[in-house]
């Protein structure tokens, strides 16, 4: 072996051997196994917010909690509160965080079953309603709308086959 060699092989003896000294990375820890329970946004007026997703989605208040100067009223599905879908925030002191900004969501995304119903359903209660874009692709037909609190909402009719 030529000199040359020997200097470099002393040189990275240790260093071969300290990296096969380190051990091994520890494994990732295991996901949690959270579920979404419900998104809240703060509205100006719960009584006009709670009539609005009663028309809009047929959502009926579950709970009402009251936190200090804040009333939570949590929607569900259900009148059992077993599937709440959505907390409505009221502080009287404070207006409600408009979409976008700190505090507040820019939409919510909800499926639901029949999206043409729900159309007739919001103008029949005389909320303003588009026009539904009809599926394009992979994607599902889509219905935007506002409530009273100007949050979006995108329904999500069936997904295209």
Sequence with gaps: MSPSWMFAAALL?????????SPAPAPAPAPVEAVL????????????????????????????????????????????ASRPMLILLHEAAAGPAKPGEPGGLDKLVIRVPDLAGVAVRLKAAGYPVGDIRPAAGRAPPVLWIKDPDDHGLELLGAPAQ
């Excluded at 003896?13 to 000294?21: E, F, K, T, W, Y």
């Excluded at 028309?55 to 929607?75: D, F, R, S």
């Design 13 to 21: 003896a240790p260093i071969a051997a300290s990296a096969q000294a």
């Design 37 to 80: 329970v419900a998104p809240g946004w703060r509205v100006a007026d719960l009584d006009r917010s709670t009539r609005f997703y009663a028309a809009a989605l047929g959502l009926t208040p579950c709970t009402t909690l009251q936190h200090g100067a804040v009333t939570e009223v949590i929607l569900c599905t259900d009148a059992k």
